[in-house]
């Protein structure tokens, strides 16, 4: 009797079947044969955007906090939540939650994480390309939105609306930007478009600049509108004295400056709200 048929035959007294022995399974045949066995799942390297493989405990965690999302709304969920929802998409086959919280930590919330450089997300260890093209994304849909609330409308009958889409637009970025509104006679939307760009604490503006484009489009009125990156929106003697300008600039040629409004990531200041022009 051949070794193998001796043990088959002590596999069958003892009762346990052929299985119990190990000899067919996949992983010993191979062996037998000079192939090395399948490694383990936890052994098959990094998973999609740089994070190790899990196990599969995080598929029931992603449908719960999925149902949540639907049954509760977004409100519902802190920072770090909403963040994981949006990388369910870019690594579809791990544990998120430590990426989220640790992107939430590092720029100080879900908006501005969203809005972060391309460059500083790719600092965050486990970023990849897909998890910035999703966070990209994500901005540029708030910016649209917000955008539509603002185009077809009386911008000075849905002012909550333009605020709303300033901050959406400017208000974490990383350098300074100078944004004109051009309203027509009924105060609607005609064009928007961003002037300048400058540095982290400067952008040049030319008051005359600015009246020849609001000439070029007849618009009757302007909104101007800068960003803070340092997050506060108190405005600076400087940009007092150059809104002012632009006013004396503008008069006479009929040509409203409505409002000058600065925006960073603490809020806004409205150089009229404030009685500054």
Known sequence: MSRRTAEQ?????????????????????ASSAGEPPSPPASAKGPAAGGLEESSPHFLGHR?????????AGSEALPDYELMELVLFRAVP?????????????????FAEAVNAPAARLREVKGVGDAIVTEL????????????????????????????????????????????????????QLIADEVQQRGTVDHTPVYPREVVKRALELAASAVILVHN??????????????????IVDVAKPLGIEV????IVGKDGHASLRGLRLI
């Open 136 to 187: 990209k994304i994500v901005a540029a849909a708030a910016e649209r939105v917000t955008r539509g609330k603002v185009k077809g409308r009386t911008v000075l009958s849905s002012w909550s609306a333009v605020l709303d889409y300033c901050r959406a637009a400017m208000a974490f970025a990383d350098k300074e930007q100078f944004r004109i509104l051009f309203l027509d006679k009924r105060n």
């Open 93 to 109: 086959r791990a544990d998120v939650k430590p990426l989220a919280k640790q992107l939430i930590q590092q720029f100080g919330s």
């Open 228 to 245: 803070h990156p340092s997050g506060d929106p108190t405005p600076s003697n400087a940009d007092i004295q150059m809104t002012r300008t």
């Open 63 to 71: 449908e719960r906090l999925r149902e949540r999302f639907r049954t």
């Open 9 to 29: 035959d002590l596999v069958r007294r003892v009762g346990l079947g052929e299985a119990a022995t190990g000899l067919s399974t996949s992983g010993a045949e």
């Open 258 to 261: 409505h409002d000058h409004i």
